[in-house]
């Protein structure tokens, strides 16, 4: 046999974003046109590591990524494991990493890692980072102690756990971060070097139902409420609003939230970037005491943006009983009466 066919198999799914991003047209900025293929090609040491094949599933800056995409990706993820792959990795847009990232977490059944990864420098930049992340997944994706953990975010020589990785920066270099927590683990020499074992793992069923639609609105100063009055009417199904700081809205839409949580799930999640909503500190109306009592669930650390995540999929499992108790294992949440 020859030292090719010992080595382990792995796939790498591109799907656009900054990574794969060079400036076609002088003057009109970066757009995604580097194929998964050409990626590859342009990390030869790759091929000394696993046998690697890529494949361009999407072109796309992250941004316009849809759940009904990430569905195909991830049958074709699961796909490919069913096929004999030692590891998956996806290459995107690093605006949604983290949605995307929790989005596959929570439905990705199998021990082998999957592991997503972007580049905040375009690939004809000087300094580009594309290429140094691309490795570094590919690394993590063909560790042993990788399995188990679902899917992973490696960047910048860190690897994320789904569930807590954030951008927190817009352009930096340095632009994930994993608060309160960290990352998982470090990238030391080529090597991946875990900090934490593995979470232990619950994930849901694939949506049947992929016609629904969660909203998701940002509580802010002397903000009227005639969106919020027309959510439910407009055929929404969930709404999570990104309140201020542990999980508080103005009384206006506090009368608002109560109204809408007799028709559909109501997720308070905190707008400011990290910590947890509160669940029995104020008392004041709009605050997280007077929005559970009218029907709202607190988020607990899961941030506004995987909430909606977490409520679409529910949803389109037909588990919306199950928000609650995903709240607490997913966010720690605390609710009024626990
Ligand atoms: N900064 C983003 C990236 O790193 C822009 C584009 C995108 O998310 O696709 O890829």
């Not at 030292?3 to 076609?24: H, K, R």
């Not at 599933?57 to 049958?75: D, G, K, Y």
Request: charged residues 15%; negative net charge.
């Amino acid at each position: 046999m020859s030292t090719a066919n010992c080595l382990p198999q792995l796939v790498i799914g591109s799907l656009g974003g900054t990574v794969c991003m060079q400036v076609e047209s002088a003057g009109e900025g970066v757009t995604p046109s580097l194929s998964g293929e050409a990626l590859l090609a342009s990390l030869p040491q790759l091929q000394g590591l696993a046998r690697i094949s890529a494949e361009t599933l999407q072109l796309l800056p992250s941004a316009s990524l849809t759940f009904i995409q990430l569905l195909e990706v991830l049958q074709w993820a699961d796909t490919q494991v069913t096929q004999g792959a030692h590891g998956v990795v996806l290459t995107q847009g690093t605006d949604t990493l983290e949605e995307v990232a929790y989005f596959l977490d929570l439905l990705w059944p199998h021990d082998v890692p999957l592991v997503l990864t972007g580049a905040m420098r375009s690939a004809d930049q000087a300094g580009a980072d594309g290429p140094a992340n691309l490795l570094a997944a590919v690394q993590v994706a063909l560790a042993a102690e990788s399995h188990g953990r679902g899917a992973l975010v490696v960047i910048n020589d860190q690897v994320h756990a789904a569930l807590n990785v954030r951008k927190a920066d817009s352009l930096a270099l340095e632009a994930f971060t994993s608060s309160h927590l960290g990352p998982e683990g470090l990238l030391i020499e080529g090597r991946v070097c875990y900090l934490k074992a593995p979470r232990l793992r619950c994930t849901l069923p694939v949506p049947q139902r992929l016609d629904h639609r969660v909203a998701l609105l940002e509580a802010s100063l002397s903000a009227d409420t005639v969106l919020l009055e027309e959510v439910a009417g407009l055929g929404y199904e969930g709404l999570v609003i990104a309140g201020f700081g542990a999980g508080h809205v103005s009384r206006d839409w506090a009368r608002c939230l109560g109204q809408i949580s007799l028709r559909l799930p109501v997720v308070i999640a905190t707008r400011a970037g990290a910590g947890t909503t509160a669940s029995r500190t104020y008392g004041f109306k709009g605050g997280e005491v007077d929005l559970q009592r009218r029907g709202a669930r607190m988020a607990g650390f899961l941030c506004p943006r995987k909430c909606r995540v977490l409520l679409w999929v529910l949803i389109g499992c037909g588990m919306e009983g199950e928000l609650e108790r995903q709240l607490q294992v997913q966010g720690l949440a605390h609710s009024l009466n626990s």
